[in-house]
């Protein structure tokens, strides 16, 4: 089993920037996706961005250009750095784990973000 958890959300007017960490309570072997969803009331939970193990990134269309994902596979940390955030940002966001031996999912807690003015 691994645990992960979030940090970093917050309250930022629109055009700022956060930076959001996810750290896995152990190292993860095998081949392997780290990524951010998110999630506003009343709508479905969304991709963000993913990185795998060998540090290929994909974005949602939203998103790219504005957002940039990282890992450290040391830390068992993924991080989501955020630029030029607008309000339609605003959501719960939560690190995921998706390990390809087993097809598994771990999920964070979730981290919540605010942008407005």
């Known amino acids: 089993q691994v645990q992960l958890v979030e940090s970093g959300g917050g309250l930022v007017q629109p055009g700022g920037s956060l930076r959001l960490s996810c750290v896995g309570s152990?190292?993860?072997?095998?081949?392997?996706?780290m990524g951010w969803y998110r999630q506003a009331p009343g709508k479905q939970r969304e991709l963000v961005a993913v990185?795998?193990?060998?540090?290929?990134?994909n974005y949602a269309a939203s998103v790219k250009g504005r957002f940039t994902i990282s890992r450290d596979n040391a830390k068992n940390t993924v991080y989501l750095q955020m630029n030029s955030l607008e309000p339609e940002d605003t959501a719960v966001y939560y690190c995921?784990?998706?390990?390809?031996?087993?097809?598994?999912?771990?999920w964070g807690q979730g981290t919540q973000v605010t942008v407005s003015s």
């Open positions: 990185i795998n193990s060998g540090g290929t990134t």
């Open positions: 152990r190292n993860i072997n095998g081949f392997n996706t």
């Open positions: 995921n784990l998706f390990i390809w031996l087993g097809q598994t999912n771990y």
